[in-house]
C-alpha cells in the first residue's frame, strides 16, 4: 500500500483541524499520515489536535507558511498538500489587510512554488465562495467571474488565481474549492454562529449587522470534509469545484434559531451598523462536484445547528479562553 504523506497547512485552525480528526479518525483511509504545518495564530488551537495527537501517523509543525525554507523541506518529505493556512475573519480585514495579504497570498506562493521543486505534489488549495463577490438571484457555478469585495475575500481570490495559475502554466496538480458558510464545532468565537451562541449562554447581548438581510448559505464542517476528501481523492487537476450546504438563511432568520436554541429573546439582540462593503448575498451552485465526484450534504442544518449548540454548551473550557484571545 503506497502512504500519501500530507501535509495539512492551518490544520490547528476550525477546518483543518477537522479535516486531520477526519482523515486520521476511524472512518479516515488508512494510505494516509498528516502532518499539520501552523503558526498558531490568535486562531489556532493545539486543543483542536488532541484527538490525533496519539496517532503515529500525525505530526505537528509550529512555523509560517511564509517560510520559504521551512515550506521547501517539509514539501521534499510531502506528497500532497491540502491548504487551509490563511486569516480567515472578513471584520479583521477590514481594520487592516496586512496580515491578509501576507498570509493569503504570498504564503501560497511560497507553497506553489516549493511544491512545483518538489513535484510531483496535489494541491488542493481551499478556497471560498466569498471570492464570486454577492449575487443577488441564481447561483454562481465555477465558471462565473471573480469579483471580491473584502480584503479578506481579495485576497482570497488572489491566491485561488494563482494557484489556478500554477497549474495552466507550470501543469502543478492543483484543485481549488470553494465552500460557503461553514459551521460546526471547534470554530473560533469571532464568527457568528459560535460568536452568538457563547454570548447567548453568558447572558450578553449579540450583534446584529444592518437590516440583518444579508442571507448566506449554510454547510456543516463535516459535509465541507468530506467534499474535500471527494477533492483530494478523485477530483480533476486544474479544476475548481463549489461546495455548498444547501440551506440560505438571512442574517436575521440564522439569529431567530439560535435565540430558540439558546432560550432566548428577540430583547438579546442589538442592531449594530452594517460591516462596511457587506456582500448581500453568496450561493453557489454544486452541480458539478454533486455530478462528477457524487458530493451531497448530509447534515440536515436544524440537527447540525442543534448539535453545534449542544457542543459550545458542554465545552466551555474550550471557548472561554478563547473569548479573550478574540478580542481586537
Ligand atoms: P481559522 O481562522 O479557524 O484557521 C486558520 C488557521 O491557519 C489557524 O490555525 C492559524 O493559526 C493558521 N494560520 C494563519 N496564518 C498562518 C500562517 N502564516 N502560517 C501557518 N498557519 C497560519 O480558519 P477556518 O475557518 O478553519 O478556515 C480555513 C480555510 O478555509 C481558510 O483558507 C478559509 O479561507 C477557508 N474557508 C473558510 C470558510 C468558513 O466558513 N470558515 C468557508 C470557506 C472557506
Partial sequence: MTTNRILVTGGAGFIGSHYVRTLLGPDGPRDVTATVLDK???????????????????????????D???????????????????ESHVDRSIAGADAFVRTNVLGTHVLLDAALRHGPTTFVHISTDEVYGSISEG?????????????????????????????????????????SNNFGHHQFPEKVIPLFITNLLDDQQVPLYGDGLNVRDWLHIDD?????????????????????????????????????????????????????????????????????????????????????????????????????????
Avoid at 521534499?76 to 487551509?84: L, R
Avoid at 454562481?140 to 495559475?165: F, I, V
Fill in 40 to 66: 498558531l495564530t490568535y486562531a489556532g488551537n493545539p486543543a483542536n489536535l488532541d484527538a490525533v495527537r496519539g496517532s503515529d501517523r500525525f505530526s505537528f509543525v509550529q512555523g509560517d507558511i511564509c
Fill in 68 to 86: 520559504a525554507a521551512l515550506a521547501d523541506t517539509l514539501l521534499a518529505e510531502h506528497d500532497q498538500v491540502v491548504h487551509f493556512a490563511a
Fill in 224 to 328: 465541507h470534509v468530506q467534499g474535500i476528501e471527494l477533492v483530494r481523492t478523485a477530483g480533476r487537476p486544474g479544476e475548481v469545484y463549489n461546495i455548498g450546504g444547501g440551506t440560505e438563511l438571512s442574517n436575521k432568520e440564522l439569529t431567530g434559531l439560535l435565540l430558540e436554541a439558546c432560550d432566548a429573546g428577540w430583547d438579546m439582540v442589538s442592531y449594530v451598523e452594517d460591516r462596511k462593503g457587506h456582500d448581500r448575498r453568496y450561493s453557489v451552485d454544486c452541480t458539478k462536484i454533486r455530478t462528477e465526484l457524487g458530493y451531497e450534504p448530509h447534515t440536515d442544518f436544524a440537527s447540525g445547528l442543534a448539535g453545534t449548540v449542544t457542543w459550545y454548551r458542554d465545552h466551555r473550557p474550550w471557548w472561554e479562553p478563547l473569548k479573550e484571545r478574540a478580542a481586537w
Fill in 139 to 179: 447561483s454562481w457555478p465555477e465558471t462565473d467571474p471573480l469579483r471580491p469585495n473584502s480584503p479578506y475575500a481579495a485576497a482570497k481570490a488572489s491566491s485561488d488565481l494563482l494557484a489556478l495559475a500554477y497549474h495552466r502554466t507550470h501543469g502543478l496538480d492543483v484543485r481549488v474549492t470553494r465552500a
